[in-house]
């Protein structure tokens, strides 16, 4: 079975060459630091017009770690925004888009769903869910035929966070891959730019610090509406188990920036978790 692309043709071009011409441009335009010892990410996942730019610097890096070392697969973990399937739901499926199919690594996938009781083999999860999705252009247009795991998170709690983290990481080593974490979310919605952005700026210092726990809490706390919390807070919690020290921030921007409108804006940022 192959899951087929959902929102092709309304978050990005439904043709083919068009797309590739589109995160190509971006790719080129995204500005990123060198860095070494990448072990994970976090990229936006609106439509390519509000986001793509803010994700493209996320891909350039994507594509140094690639450079620097080999990686089996990628994991992509998305927020549940429809409410369908199973709080944690690993996909079986491989997926396509308008670049080519994306093989799903089966071995690890079925690995993960073996460590936790908490995590179920769905599809309903991901039927119509645009956040891992639209992820996958961008990681084609960088990595040549990559293989991944695509996990939705219905629940995205801290308790549920650990255990996504902790199974994803005993998986891996278990099966002896080399992996790298994509996290896929926007930030604070629908609220004046000023406001996003203070709300935002507690949830980008713990990130800076690679302190997952902290970020969660900070999310809470402050009331951001960050749609993707506990795939960001997955991320943070492996690089730091890996030996992150640092998190970069590549990209902050909001939708206002395209729209001209800041008086209800969705912010966005990308990351890059590191030695």
């Known amino acids: ?6 929102v092709a043709g309304s978050f990005y071009p ?57 990686i089996d697969t990628y994991v992509v973990i998305g927020p549940n925004h429809t409410g369908m399937g199973e709080p944690l739901a690993v996909s079986m499926q491989d997926w396509r888009t308008p670049l080519g199919l994306v093989k799903n690594d089966a071995e690890l996938s079925k690995r993960i769903i073996a460590e936790s009781h908490n995590i179920s083999a769905d599809e309903e999860a991901h039927a119509e869910e645009h956040s891992i999705e639209v992820q996958l252009p961008f990681l084609q247009s960088v990595v040549k035929e990559p293989r991944c795991v695509f996990i939705c998170m219905g ?41 996003a952005k203070r709300k935002d700026a507690p949830a980008v210092k713990e990130l800076e610090r690679v302190d997952g726990r902290a970020f969660w809490e900070s999310i809470r706390k402050s009331g951001d509406s960050a749609c993707g919390f506990g795939p960001i807070t997955v991320s943070a919690m492996f690089a730091r188990d890996r030996g992150a020290s640092r998190g970069l921030l590549l990209k902050y921007a909001n939708s206002g920036d395209i729209t001209g409108d800041y008086k209800s804006v969705v912010s966005y940022a990308s990351f890059a978790f590191c030695d």
């Open 1 to 6: 079975m192959i899951r087929g692309a959902a």
């Open 14 to 70: 439904a043709d083919g060459a068009a797309l590739k011409a589109m995160t190509t441009k971006m790719l080129a335009a995204a500005v990123a630091p060198p860095a070494k010892g990448i072990h994970s990410f976090v990229a936006p996942h609106a439509g390519y017009t509000y986001s793509g730019s803010v994700a493209a610097c996320a891909y350039r890096l994507v594509a140094l770690q690639a450079q620097e070392k080999k």
């Open 155 to 195: 629940d995205q709690g801290l308790l549920a966070s650990k255990i996504l983290q902790d199974a994803v990481e005993k998986a891996a080593s278990k099966l002896e891959r080399s992996i790298a974490v994509i996290a896929s979310s926007d930030l604070d919605h629908y609220e004046p730019a000023e406001t």
